[in-house]
């Protein structure tokens, strides 16, 4: 059992993609190139399960974040739902970016400004399906996918969730009492070392709406099956669900396993050799 728990601390893990539904993708494409300055990686089209999907990032996706935008035949809009908060964007000139976007037809949502009770100039836009992307200012970026931001009901269990079953940990915590809210940062690095996972704690509120856009965060590891023995065990102790069991995709033959934390949020761990094949096919 000891050794099980200290799984994470050996395995190889990082946060790989976030999976969301979109109502076109050229349109999202488009935009996430053009004004966002995301690259298109990769791109699939699979007829016979009527959707398609396509892979962005800011560099290769063996070392990079990325975003899996799918889209599903027909479908042409979303609920983004209220738990949902935004993508975050690192840049080191937020005021010159949000004038590209806004030059491009982009829809701002806040102006360049500091954060609220602190000194991060940060502003907010809307992608074409009304995804919230927080664009925020940093003197040095490794990634510029800085961030996944989602709300929670109860962000001590959140956190103890993510630090046991995903092997994250905390690297920044704000309590904000006048603002009524607390902020938490997961990653397998420093914020600005890597994209993180932060999870948001509005006083009072405990249950939000997931909708049906936001779909997932994929994360990589040495051995699902070691990985979804652990979780079962974090699931027992704090909550959550296995949604799938560790085994290979029909067809792609990757090796995946899927679970829910306690607040229903989905994360999906991916073998790192299978990952990897994946990108050279």
């Known amino acids: 059992m000891a050794d099980l728990l200290d799984w994470p601390n050996k395995d190889n893990r990082r946060l790989l993609h976030a999976v969301y539904r979109v109502g076109d993708l050229d349109r999202t494409i488009k935009f996430y190139t053009e004004s966002l300055g995301f690259k298109l990686l990769r791109q699939r089209d699979v007829p016979e399960e009527k959707y398609a999907n396509a892979f962005l990032g800011f560099g290769p996706e063996e070392s990079y974040f990325a975003v899996e935008l799918t889209y599903n035949y027909g479908v042409s809009s979303y609920d983004i739902g209220d738990g949902f908060v935004h993508f975050g964007i690192a840049t080191q000139d937020v005021y010159k970016l949000v004038e590209h976007i806004r030059a491009k037809g982009g829809n701002i949502t806040r102006e360049p400004a500091p954060v609220e009770g602190g000194t991060t100039v940060i502003a907010f836009v809307k992608d074409p399906d009304g995804y919230t992307f927080a664009l925020i200012q940093r003197a040095s970026i490794t ?117 829910l934390d306690p607040e229903g949020w989905k994360s999906v761990f991916v073998d790192n050799a299978d990952f990897l094949k994946e990108l050279q096919q």
């Open 143 to 259: 990634d510029p996918f800085a961030q996944i931001a989602l709300r929670v009901g109860d962000l001590d269990r959140a956190i103890k969730f993510y630090e046991k079953a995903l092997g994250l940990k905390v690297v920044r915590k704000d309590d904000r009492p006048e603002y009524k809210y607390t902020v938490a940062a997961l990653g397998y690095a420093d914020e600005n070392e890597t994209t993180v996972l932060e999870l948001t704690y509005n006083y009072g509120v405990t249950e939000y709406s997931k909708g049906n856009g936001y779909a997932q965060i994929a994360v990589g590891t040495d051995d699902v099956y070691k990985t979804a023995e652990l979780v079962k065990k974090v699931i027992e102790e704090v909550g959550g669900k296995i949604t799938r069991e560790p085994g290979p995709l029909p067809g792609l033959k990757t090796k995946i396993t899927s679970f």
